[in-house]
């Protein structure tokens, strides 16, 4: 296994979940751990209080190009999360943080930081991109974004746990400019940051029933899977250049539609420390990190194809 770090953290190797996918009870994140081969564990984006989410349906899984996903942040609030934060753990864990306002964020900050259990192998990945709550997320626009970052960080002063923040896709050029100019100006804050959450606005329909496949807003959710792949790597990869150019410390995890061996190469390819599964893990279960594992290393060792390149959906 070829390890990988991201701030203080160190993995055993490149691959673990993406928050929200197999994460939501303490029971799933413990049999992310158990599996040995998910290098950590993302825990669900916590809310102060807990919430049921949106109604079902609310995952669309069945197209082998792409779900959709219109969860509504259910979650056992943050303070269930805590729990799993053990002292001297081993298994490095990512607590997901997502919050309904600026003010609920720093609360859940404050208490994590301050927490006796949370030692040296956890990590913060702040969600401010999810796609499905009604509102404009803070990450989608970078004065926004600043804004947020700035209330934040003056509440919680620097916090001591490796940290890093998930990010929407973004499409143009002065998106990506604008928006690593925000980061820059957090870089001693900043450990990583997460690319990307879920393509928001998509939409599929039942037509044997002539329902559209998820009930929740209208229909209308996160995309995930093989489809969002070249979003994000092309993300992954903007921002990778433009840390370098800049000389910037900061790491970039990929995630969006892994789903073998050669997903992972092309992540790594495009400047990824480490690299996240949410559909594949979510459609096939956790069997998944060993096979993605010994198919990407096959990439590094031998530098050949493994079988999967030759298999046809
Ligand atoms: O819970 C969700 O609906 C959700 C979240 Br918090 C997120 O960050 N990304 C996503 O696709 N769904």
Same mark, same amino acid.
């Given at each position: 296994?070829?390890?990988?770090?991201?701030?203080? +953290?160190?993995?055993?190797?490149?691959?673990?979940?993406?928050?929200? &996918?197999?994460?939501?009870? %303490?029971?799933?994140?413990? !049999?992310?751990? =158990?599996?040995? $081969?998910?290098?950590?564990?993302?825990?669900?984006?916590?809310?102060?209080?807990?919430?049921?989410?949106?109604?079902?349906?609310?995952?669309?899984?069945? /197209?082998?190009? $792409?779900?959709?996903?219109?969860?509504?942040?259910?979650?056992?609030?943050?303070?269930?999360?805590?729990?799993?934060?053990?002292?001297?753990?081993?298994?490095? &864990?990512?607590?997901?943080?997502?919050?309904?306002?600026?003010?609920?964020?720093?609360?859940? %900050?404050?208490?994590?930081?301050?927490?006796?259990?949370?030692?040296?192998?956890?990590?913060?990945? #702040?969600?401010? /991109?999810? @796609?499905?709550?009604?509102?404009? @997320?803070?990450?989608?626009?970078?004065?926004?974004?600043?804004?947020?970052?700035?209330?934040?960080?003056?509440?919680?002063?620097?916090?001591? %746990?490796?940290?890093?923040?998930? %990010?929407?896709?973004?499409?143009?050029? =002065? !998106?990506?400019? /604008?928006?690593?100019? *925000?980061?820059?100006?957090?870089?001693?804050?900043?450990? $990583?940051?997460?690319?990307?959450?879920? *393509?928001?606005?998509?939409?599929?329909?039942?037509?044997?029933?002539?329902?559209?496949?998820? *009930?929740?807003? =209208?229909?209308?959710?996160?995309?995930?899977?093989?489809?969002?792949?070249?979003?994000?790597?092309?993300?992954?990869?903007? $921002?990778? !250049?433009?840390?370098?150019?800049?000389?910037?410390?900061?790491?970039?995890?990929?995630?969006?539609? *892994?789903?073998?061996? /050669?997903? &992972?190469?092309?992540?790594?390819?495009?400047?990824?420390?480490?690299?996240?599964?949410?559909?594949? +893990?979510?459609?096939?279960?956790?069997?998944?990190?060993?096979? #993605? #594992?010994?198919?990407?290393?096959?990439? #590094?060792?031998?530098?050949?194809?493994?079988? =999967?390149?030759?298999? &046809?959906?």
């Amino acid at each position: 296994m070829y390890p990988t770090s991201i701030g203080k +953290l160190h993995l055993p190797h490149f691959i673990y979940n993406a928050a929200g &996918v197999w994460d939501t009870t %303490l029971h799933q994140c413990q !049999q992310l751990e =158990e599996t040995r $081969f998910c290098a950590a564990t993302v825990t669900k984006s916590c809310t102060l209080y807990s919430r049921k989410g949106n109604e079902y349906p609310k995952y669309h899984f069945d /197209s082998s190009h $792409f779900s959709i996903n219109s969860n509504g942040l259910e979650n056992g609030g943050y303070a269930y999360y805590i729990d799993y934060l053990k002292p001297q753990a081993t298994h490095p &864990v990512f607590y997901s943080v997502g919050g309904m306002t600026d003010d609920e964020r720093i609360t859940i %900050l404050k208490y994590i930081t301050a927490c006796a259990h949370a030692g040296e192998n956890c990590g913060i990945e #702040l969600n401010m /991109s999810c @796609p499905n709550l009604g509102c404009q @997320p803070a990450a989608y626009d970078a004065k926004h974004l600043d804004q947020a970052l700035r209330k934040i960080f003056s509440a919680t002063g620097k916090i001591p %746990l490796t940290f890093g923040l998930k %990010l929407p896709p973004y499409y143009l050029p =002065e !998106q990506f400019s /604008s928006i690593s100019e *925000v980061i820059a100006n957090y870089k001693s804050q900043i450990d $990583f940051i997460t690319c990307i959450n879920s *393509v928001p606005n998509g939409i599929d329909f039942d037509i044997d029933n002539d329902y559209t496949k998820i *009930v929740p807003n =209208e229909g209308y959710g996160g995309i995930g899977g093989p489809a969002v792949l070249p979003i994000g790597l092309a993300n992954v990869r903007r $921002f990778s !250049q433009i840390f370098r150019a800049r000389d910037l410390d900061i790491a970039v995890i990929g995630c969006g539609g *892994v789903s073998s061996g /050669s997903d &992972v190469y092309k992540y790594i390819l495009a400047g990824a420390a480490a690299v996240q599964v949410g559909t594949h +893990l979510w459609k096939n279960g956790l069997c998944v990190f060993e096979e #993605l #594992l010994g198919r990407h290393e096959h990439y #590094l060792i031998l530098g050949t194809h493994p079988m =999967e390149d030759f298999q &046809v959906d």
